[in-house]
């Protein structure tokens, strides 16, 4: 299972509203088998960028999840785009990387990319950043550990998001979701249903249906967490707290997030090394 050296590092309160999140894994001298170098990921609206500083991985073509890219991208830093399915991959031998998970709205007012074409992407990141972007994730490369990455990140990010002016709220896709909705809605161009939709596809990549989708994924997911071990815990008390319509509902969704079904996820978070990436957000 997961040592100290997988760990998720959440941003200070000034970039909550940018920075979701930065997850760091490294396995070298850990001896894990094939099976415990694989990695499954939900799907999501975040977009990322993500250093390899030893390793690589590679896309596995499994029913149900994201379709591998037509040629293996392996760069000093990738971008992904927000994804739609989950995804699956495995790591051909050790490896040490630093994931850095943003809202995409932020990105694209930090940057000008534009994500409605990068949805279920992944790219060699210096083809698409602009150039003072290109010069940090150069420098991020080029840092010695992950503390220095850490404090290149906040010192590059932190007066660029100050600059904007905005203010958004904090670390739940709920909140964030609500906010976007509401800024699309204020808007000064155009408020008709079909305008407004077409303004949060422009900034975040997905419809609003696919937000409020992990919005509940995310809900029942701490739901979960917080039920552990509670005398009578059951899916159907979990899927009405989480605004599903019903279990069926809370079913269907989770698999279509995830590749499992509700029970199978949770078993499996708590006994495969390869769903390390769920148990770092409990």
Known sequence: MDDERTRLWLPPLALAGCVRAVMLRDTRGRGLDAVQRENYFPATPLVSLFWWAE????????????????????????????????SHTRNPGEMCAFKLLMLPDAFTALTGVALDR????????????????????E????????????????????????ALGTQRPGHR????????????????????????????????????????????AETAFYAVAAAEGRPG????????????ADQSHLCRETRRLTGFSPEELRRRM??????????LWR
């Open 55 to 86: 390793g690589s991985s590679e896309w596995l073509a499994t029913p149900g999840f994201s379709v591998p890219p037509p040629e293996r991208r392996h760069a000093p830093v990738l971008f992904g785009g927000p994804f739609t399915l989950p």
């Open 118 to 137: 990068h949805v279920n992407r992944i790219v060699d990141a210096r083809e698409l950043l602009p150039p003072d972007w290109r010069d940090w994730a």
């Open 139 to 162: 420098a991020m490369s080029a840092a010695p550990d992950d503390a220095a990455r850490l404090q290149r990140l906040e010192a590059f990010l932190l007066p660029r998001w100050q």
């Open 173 to 216: 896709y709920a909140d964030w979701t609500q906010a976007l909705a509401v800024r699309a809605a204020t808007s000064a161009a155009g408020r008709s249903l079909r305008q407004l939709e077409r303004r949060i596809k422009a900034w975040a990549g997905v419809p609003m249906r696919e937000l409020r989708a992990v919005s509940r």
């Open 233 to 244: 815990f059951n899916w159907a008390d979990i899927a009405a707290e989480a605004d599903y």
């Open 270 to 279: 708590q006994a495969e090394e390869a769903f390390w990436a769920y148990r």
